[in-house]
């Protein structure tokens, strides 16, 4: 039995493409998950910790005091992982740390004289404070935090808050990966509090959360739309994180035990998934997916059903003629994630045609796992289409522009008569009689 849901590009009509591309937001915008979101922000809103408080015992079944929400010094300070689990974290936080001060450095204040007198530039800074939120509940996610955490930590954020739904079925201890990796960041703003609630609170600020200007991190649909509907009440936040998706390109060059691996990396994280393989070449789907058959009974039940969803009614396997009607589909879809498992020669020429992507992994050696984990790239990138318009999480995400401007007399008098033609025009006499007033030159 095919793994893969099959199609050819070229045969489906306009209503099948836009089927596919259109993954994530009908979920996401619900209207009765709208509805019980826009509730429980409103009762956060109101009740501050007493409602962050509910909402952990309500959804989570975990009871805790609002004196508890903080995690403890102890906590932190305790929090202990194996060594080679530790290491991986530092080899992480050490390439995530390499990215984020590269891109630093190419970003800084500038200035040049756009006419004789008259200077404008821009000074970069960082945001005043952000929040991260850190999934929990179907895995630990030790590389969400820190993911999210260096690219504020190197942008240089003076405040900085996460938050964590306690580990599933305890006492309201939170998982203690993600706490050895906000230890090695200096993060001491911790708290255990369920995931919408915890946007919310965030957003508003309670008598133990405190209040920040813009909050991060990827989760189920319920704290997607959190983060959504928070922009409404001045929170900003990411458009969208969540559910996951990728794109494997391939030609016939591609081996299809390692396409089949690669394809599986995205697919085990849910249901909600979506995964698609574009290819040039039948016989290498057709190979592809008889390996994705024999690798799904290495997986757990619970990762093989969410794998069988996201390469069956999710995504699947679009045929396409060439390499450039393949790109037609990238450009398109715009996923979350991208590979491009084609031929050397010709690697480069694919990697510069794609215009929509939240990032783009080259050649068979460089798999999703290697950069949602380690290589140092972001790895909370935009979903369900946003990549068209929106990146993913680094340092600049921290950042703010703020334009600069100084003119003497003698470039004030230069514009004087296209400032005043123009706010005569608009009605505006106050801006022209500014510069009526002043002495011509």
């Known amino acids: 039995m095919s793994v893969m849901r099959r199609a050819t590009w070229a045969r489906m009509d306009e209503g099948e493409r836009a089927a596919l591309c259109a993954r994530g937001l009908d979920d996401i915008f619900d209207p009765a998950l709208r509805a019980s979101i826009g509730e429980l922000i409103e009762d956060v809103r109101e009740r501050g910790d007493a409602a962050v408080c509910d909402a952990l015992a309500r959804f989570d079944g975990i009871e805790v005091a609002p004196d508890g929400l903080r995690v403890t010094d102890d906590e932190l300070d305790g929090a202990t992982v194996s060594g080679e689990v530790d290491a991986a974290i530092d080899d992480a936080i050490a390439h995530l740390r390499a990215f984020n001060e590269q891109q630093l450095s190419r970003i800084g204040d500038w200035s040049f004289e756009i006419e004789p007198g008259l200077t404008v530039g821009e000074k970069i800074g960082p945001i005043s404070s952000a929040g991260l939120f850190t999934p929990s509940g179907k895995a630990s996610y030790p590389s969400v935090a820190y993911q999210l955490a260096v690219p504020a930590v190197v942008a240089g954020v003076p405040e900085l808050a996460l938050v964590v739904p306690p580990v599933p079925g305890g006492g309201g201890e939170v998982d203690p990966a993600v706490l050895v990796v906000c230890r090695k960041l200096g993060l001491r703003d911790v708290f255990r509090v369920n995931g919408p609630a915890g946007v919310a609170a965030l957003g508003f600020g309670t008598a133990t959360i405190p209040r920040v200007r813009k909050v991060v991190g990827p989760g189920s649909p319920a704290v997607t739309l959190a983060q959504v509907e928070m922009q409404r009440h001045g929170t900003a936040t990411m458009m969208l994180l969540g559910p996951t998706e990728s794109i494997v390109v391939a030609d016939g060059t591609a081996d299809p035990e390692q396409l089949a691996a690669d394809l599986l990396i995205e697919a085990e994280h849910g249901t909600d998934t979506s995964v698609v393989l574009v290819t040039t070449s039948a016989t290498v789907a057709d190979a592809t997916d008889t390996a994705l058959a024999e690798?799904?009974?290495?997986?757990?039940?619970?990762?093989?059903?969410?794998?069988?969803?996201?390469?069956?009614?999710?995504?699947?396997?679009?045929?396409?003629?060439?390499?450039?009607?393949?790109?037609?589909?990238?450009?398109?879809?715009?996923?979350?994630?991208?590979?491009l498992a084609v031929a050397d020669d010709e690697?480069?020429?694919?990697?510069?045609?794609?215009?929509?992507?939240?990032?783009?992994?080259?050649?068979?050696?460089?798999?999703?796992?290697?950069?949602n984990f380690v290589i140092g790239c972001p790895a909370s990138l935009p979903t369900s289409g946003f990549a068209h318009v929106s990146s993913g999480i680094t340092a600049a995400t921290f950042l703010k522009r703020t334009a600069v401007a100084r003119a003497d007399a003698d470039a004030l008098a230069r514009m004087t008569p296209s400032v005043v033609a123009l706010a005569d025009h608009e009605g505006f006499p106050a801006h022209a009689a500014a510069l009526r007033r002043r002495p011509l030159r």
């Open 347 to 371: 690697l480069e020429r694919v990697a510069d045609g794609v215009v929509n992507a939240g990032e783009v992994l080259l050649g068979q050696h460089t798999p999703f796992s290697a950069a």
């Open 295 to 339: 690798q799904l009974a290495d997986l757990p039940d619970v990762r093989a059903t969410a794998a069988r969803a996201a390469l069956g009614p999710n995504g699947g396997c679009i045929l396409v003629g060439s390499l450039d009607e393949a790109l037609e589909v990238v450009n398109r879809y715009a996923p979350e994630h991208l590979q």
